[in-house]
């Protein structure tokens, strides 16, 4: 036997690297506290929908909160310090943080509504899994395979994962509609919620939401066109379809990106 094969074989295996974690965890404070708030936001979602840890009011509220931390930490990362302008309120309302962190503020104020958590519930998944990836790596190639292997199926799924996120955001303007019209919501709240959701139509970084109208919109004129629907209801369909398009407000293209 070679020196060198007496040497692989009396090497020790290659551990997980603790200490290039601690440095990587130290040098990215604030991507890894974005990381630990959304493992807290999906077990406040799994506690929500599952409430076999407390409250499921109570794990709603807290779902809120963690994805307003979320989006607080991210417009500081990518505005840095608040400053009293003109231009940073205007670059503010672009970002799509400052549409998310006014999502738990309209959210906060009303009854649990299991169709707001999803949206927040996906983007923490799809970002977290995402950073878990880096961690893993951080530790050492070969770790936790079976982390990695579930991470790569989130992945695989991302745009899916986008699609869904977008189909909630517009499902739910006429829940809360709904919801309004039978005084389980405040009255301003749907006029509150277009005004989220118009922000989420103009997004520079995501467009699945404006896709998602297009789909939609397709989907409707194709039904309304079928030969087999009574007469009386093809112009209800297209009336609510011309209704809705003459609400979507301009749009401004910008490269796509799944940022929340």
């Given amino acids: ?13 290659r551990g997980l690297n603790f200490d290039a974690l601690k440095s990587h965890v130290i040098a990215h404070k604030i991507d890894c506290s974005l990381w630990a708030t959304r493992m807290l936001l999906i077990l406040f979602s799994i506690g929500y929908f599952v409430p076999i840890f407390g ?3 109570s794990a709603y509220y807290k779902v809120l909160i963690a994805n307003a931390a979320i989006s607080a930490l991210r417009l500081h990362q990518r505005l840095g310090r608040v400053q009293f302008s003109r231009q940073f309120l205007s670059e503010l309302l672009l970002e799509d943080s400052c549409h998310y962190l006014f999502y738990s ?17 996906l983007f923490a998944i799809l970002h977290a899994a995402s950073y878990s990836l880096t961690l893993l790596d951080t530790l050492g190639q070969n770790s936790w395979w079976g982390c990695r292997l579930l991470i790569s199926l989130v992945e695989f799924q991302s745009l899916n994962i986008l699609r869904m996120v977008a189909f909630t955001e517009i499902i739910l303007m006429p829940y809360i509609a ?5 005084g389980q919501a ?3 709240t749907p006029f509150i919620y277009y005004n989220f959701l ?3 139509y103009t997004s520079r970084r995501n ?7 297009h789909e939609l919109r397709l989907l409707f004129e194709k039904f309304a066109n079928k030969p087999n629907i009574p007469s009386f209801v ?3 369909v297209l009336g609510i379809v011309n209704f809705t398009t003459k609400l979507a407000p301009p749009v401004v293209q910008a490269p796509p990106t799944h940022s929340q």
Avoid: C
């Fill in 198 to 200: 118009s922000q989420r």
């Fill in 55 to 57: 409250s499921q009011q």
């Fill in 234 to 236: 093809k112009p209800i």
């Fill in 207 to 213: 467009p699945y939401t404006r896709n998602m109208f």
């Fill in 178 to 182: 709904f919801l309004a019209l039978t």
């Fill in 186 to 188: 405040g009255l301003l």
């Fill in 105 to 121: 503020l309209i959210f906060i104020y009303v009854a649990p509504i299991s169709l707001a958590v999803l949206p927040v519930l």
């Fill in 1 to 13: 036997m070679s020196e060198n094969s007496e040497n692989s074989t009396n090497q020790p295996p």
